[in-house]
């Protein structure tokens, strides 16, 4: 993997709060590390998750359905 390739962070395909809010986690602790890392989301939030997003001050990842081969990916 070459050093400024991006790996995604990414849960379910039908998000809920836990999967979301995971990859966001996940997103602020590599990038702390040092690790090229992008939060990502397979599906649209609800309701709950937009309220947690919002009451948080936080923006929802962007939507990635499928990944193309050879995509580092990571699942939380």
Known sequence: ???NEVIYIT????PDTDSI??????EYLFKK???????NKQGEVSKETQFVLEACN??????NTSFKEG???ILV
């Open 11 to 14: 849960g379910h395909k039908n």
């Open 58 to 63: 936080l923006e929802a990842p962007e939507t």
């Open 33 to 39: 590390l040092g690790v090229n890392v992008k939060a």
């Open 21 to 26: 809010v995971s990859a966001l986690v996940a």
């Open 1 to 3: 993997m070459e050093n």
């Open 71 to 73: 995509t580092h990916v």
